[in-house]
């Protein structure tokens, strides 16, 4: 019995000290993997050009037949934050009363309600706007309605910093509308925007939407994902659908023109990849939502701990 006890206590004996070095090395590993994990955010981001009321546009492009149409493909769509341009403040209100989830952050490029906005939407519910701001495309940024770059027109930019509720995560969201005619006030707002989103805090990712009217082999699109700035989330994403389309449909061309007239980008910069892209050319009996196509990315933002 003696001798069963002595080898029972030897196995126990053993086994203890077996497990004094195993466990330390067990636990430290445990709180590496804890200390490593990483929070991931997703977004769904969308550009969308929703063309100006224009009181000329013909049946069935007029403005107030469009507004179904558009609040059919947003729900669809559901996307998180919404990059628009050219709306008019009229235009805001009725998006207001179309799209209740959403709320809107913007102002009017010449100053107060006038002109065209390029309002950013957002799900209320799900984000809190910490900051917000807006600049114009000129060589003197803080004056209102300002144009100095050979632009008939102000053009500008409004950005917000965003809390994502549900993680407590930050991030940057930038809509803008370039010029249509003039290169130079092109290219130098692409300038602007690098300066100035130069200033944000670097430890958040910053997503810049917008109807940039050039295509993806122009000089802005160079200036802009030049050096690692920013990266064209189109070109990034691991899936990107209707790769055979433009973004200006005019009413009428299901092409979008083609992809050398993908005007309409998403960009991205930090710590974020695209699961998945999509030129949405939705449209019903005959009927666009606009005379652009919306572009959609599913982006996940990842914060390391």
């Known amino acids: 019995m003696k001798k069963v006890l002595k080898s029972l206590f030897l196995v126990v004996a053993g086994l203890l000290v077996f497990l004094s070095g195993l466990l330390p090395g067990a636990l430290t ?11 991931v955010v997703d977004v769904k981001a969308m550009t969308f050009n929703l063309r100006y009321k224009n009181n000329n546009d013909p049946s069935p492009h007029t403005w107030d037949e469009r507004v179904p149409t558009i609040k ?10 919404i990059g628009t341009q050219e709306v008019l403040y009229t235009q805001l209100q009725d998006l207001e009363n179309t799209l209740p ?54 053009r500008m930019v409004t950005w917000a910093k ?20 003039s290169a130079n006030a092109r290219e130098k707002s692409a300038e602007l925007i690098l300066e100035v989103t130069k200033e944000f805090d670097p430890g958040l990712p910053v997503i810049l ?27 990034t ?21 083609g992809p050398g007239n993908r005007i309409d980008w998403i960009l991205g910069k930090g710590n974020l990849i695209t699961n998945e892209i999509e030129i949405v050319n939705y449209q019903k009996n005959g009927q666009f939502p606009s005379d ?5 990315a599913d982006i996940s933002l990842t914060y390391n701990k």
């Open 162 to 181: 965003f809390l994502d509720k549900k993680s407590n995560q930050q991030f940057y969201f930038v809509n803008t509308h370039f010029d249509h005619q």
């Open 237 to 257: 994403a691991e899936t990107r659908i209707n790769e055979e389309l433009g973004t200006f449909n005019g009413f009428v061309d299901p092409t979008g023109k």
């Open 101 to 154: 989830k959403y709320n809107w952050i913007g102002l009017g490029r010449e100053g107060g309600n006038r002109g065209e906005y390029s309002a950013i939407f957002y799900k209320e519910k799900d984000y809190t706007v910490l900051e917000y701001d807006h600049f114009w495309l000129s060589d003197t940024p803080e004056v209102i309605g300002s144009k100095t770059w050979g632009n008939n027109i102000p």
């Open 292 to 296: 652009h196509f919306p572009v959609i």
């Open 72 to 81: 059919r493909l947003i729900d669809m769509e559901n996307p998180d934050i």
């Open 29 to 39: 590993g445990f709180a590496a993997e804890n200390k490593d994990q990483s929070t």
């Open 209 to 235: 939407t917008g109807d940039f009217n050039a295509g993806p082999d122009s000089l802005p699109h160079q200036i802009l994902t030049s050096d690692g700035a920013f990266d064209d989330l189109w070109e």
